[in-house]
């Protein structure tokens, strides 16, 4: 009996053992010292790590739209004109004012009345703050590549949105050249 009883106690001190080196290695991890002595770890988000571009993971966290993503046709009637946008992307507004966005990437097309301020199809690039994340209270810097498309007395603007170090280039591309007056 007393055999059985030190055999117990010998299997706990075990799995207690074992158990307190896997709770220990859990805590750890795996972190380095940053610039300024702080702890960083690999799981940062990437706009911690300035001056580096994102990781893939990162990429696709803030944005980065895949090679594979499928896109379909908005055509807007009333506004008179169609374009190409992500499948999936959340669409708000209608008419001369409409907004698809996924995560911090936005496409957005304004029609008014007038005529183009820039040539015809040029792209500009301006940076701002992407609006305040809901939950973390965040917000990210964007790069936002702009074009106007004029008919007939009426421009359409066309604001494509994405956080700085995701690479959008192919797809904005393919979004920019897909616009039609209609």
């Known amino acids: 009996m007393e055999a059985k009883v ?38 940062e988000a990437p706009e911690a790590k300035e ?7 990162e990429s696709a966290a803030t944005g980065d739209i895949p090679d594979n993503q499928a896109f379909l046709t908005y055509t807007d009637k009333p506004a008179g004109y169609s374009i190409r946008y992500p499948e999936g992307w959340a669409r708000t ?9 996924e995560k911090a990437n936005v496409v957005h097309v304004v029609v008014r009345s007038g ?11 301006t940076t701002r703050r992407s609006a305040p994340d809901p939950v973390t209270g965040k917000s990210l810097p964007l790069i936002v590549d702009t074009y106007e498309f004029a008919k007939g007395g009426k421009v359409a603007v066309l604001e494509l ?22």
Do not use: H, Q
């Open 6 to 43: 030190k055999k117990r106690a010998a299997i706990a001190i075990v799995l207690i053992l074992a158990l307190g080196a896997l709770v220990a290695g859990c805590g750890s991890g795996s972190s380095a010292e940053g610039p300024r002595g702080e702890a960083s770890t690999e799981a």
């Open 51 to 57: 001056g580096k571009a994102p990781s893939e993971a």
């Open 93 to 101: 507004g209608n008419g001369n004012d409409v907004t698809f966005k």
């Open 115 to 125: 005529s183009a301020r820039a040539k015809e199809g040029e792209k500009t690039t």
């Open 161 to 182: 949105s994405t956080p700085e170090g995701v690479d959008n280039v192919d797809a904005y591309r393919m979004i920019s050249e897909s616009f039609r007056w209609r």
